[in-house]
């Protein structure tokens, strides 16, 4: 009775030893896991800056550059439109020339928004950032508390 006691109790011990193992396999798969995770992280990081002070700069530029433009527009309408204005009355030719002027800010205006929103590609770019956050930090709470309570480890 004593040495199939004893020879349970060696079983149960290789059985303890062989979880152990496991454990400390799974524990140090879960840190380059989380060293991994970490490091796309900071790459997906570097790249969402990245590529929002490019779409900065482009916006940076659209805006430098428009008012240059409109002005070279205005300037050549107003050129060719000078002859046409002249021929026609005074109050007649300022109506015209105000509806044109408010129908080309109109354009202006629009094309400025629409260069603005495809320059700006996507308004979501913290969202999946957070969650990859949310997950490491569970992560580790959890490996830290298995390391302090090694029965709470399943």
Not at 12 to 26: C, R, S, V
Not at 128 to 150: D, K, Y
Request: overall charge positive.
């Amino acid at each position: 009775d004593l040495e199939h006691r004893v020879g349970t109790y060696q079983m149960e011990l290789q059985g303890m030893d062989l979880m152990a193992k496991d454990m400390l396999e799974a524990m140090e798969t879960a840190k380059a896991d989380m060293a991994n995770a970490e490091n796309e992280l900071i790459a997906e990081k570097k790249f969402r800056e990245n590529s929002l002070s490019i779409q900065k700069k482009q916006i940076d530029r659209i805006r430098a550059k428009d008012p240059i433009e409109r002005h070279r527009r205005m300037q050549a309408r107003r050129d060719m439109d000078f002859s046409a204005l002249m021929m026609r009355e005074g109050t007649r030719g300022a109506k015209l020339e105000a509806s044109k002027a408010q129908v080309e800010y109109q354009g202006l205006v629009t094309s400025e928004v629409e260069k603005v929103k495809s320059a700006v590609q996507c308004s979501h770019l913290w969202v999946r950032p957070a969650e990859q956050t949310a997950l490491s930090l569970a992560l580790r709470r959890f490996l830290q508390s298995s390391a302090v309570n090694p029965a709470r480890r399943v």
